[in-house]
């Protein structure tokens, strides 16, 4: 699976939702006239692409005879996050395909990749990507994607009376206390994980 454009996007996520509501693929027609296009060849062009990419295969001469493969959620990959030492979270253009069960209930959702050994206690290793419910609030004891004064971090979320304790899962790390006057937003909680090398 490669990359996909934010137009390559749109166009294989408004397949899958018209396939799962109506049982089929929608024709070029449908997705051209959805989406603001206003040549069937706009469409085909980004089709073309999702094939090449193996998204998804068609049948010749049938607009609407899409099949879509690995029939999980594509994630926005928002850059790397870190399980150490706070780093800048960075916006890419990356995605990546994650098992539907990662993402049930409300979203959004987004995925980071993990830099840094912090969390490996919780068996979130450098390199992994966690996948991330996007929400502002988190119960004590949840992970959470903490940014704190323009940077982010991974790590255990508790509330104190009169602070914010962000911990680490691994014993060379002490917690992150963060008081009341420091910029503290949590950007998501989190829900899974992949590890795409071993």
Known sequence: MQNLTLNQKKVLDFIKSYRDKNGTPPTYEVIAKHLGYKAKSTV?????AL????????ENHLSHGLTLH???????VLGKVAAGQ??????????LEVPSFMVKGPGPYFAL????DSMIGECIQDGDYVIIRQQKTASSGDIVVAEIDDSATIKRFYKKRSHI???SANEKYKPIIVNESAQLRIAGVYCGLLRTNN
């Open 51 to 58: 094939v090449a990419k193996g998204y998804m295969t068609k």
């Open 113 to 116: 990749q993990v830099s840094g």
């Open 70 to 76: 690995n029939d999980g959620n594509l994630l926005p």
């Open 165 to 167: 304790e962000l911990h």
């Open 86 to 95: 706070p780093i800048d979270l960075k916006k890419t253009d990356e995605h």
């Open 44 to 48: 085909h062009h980004y089709i073309e």
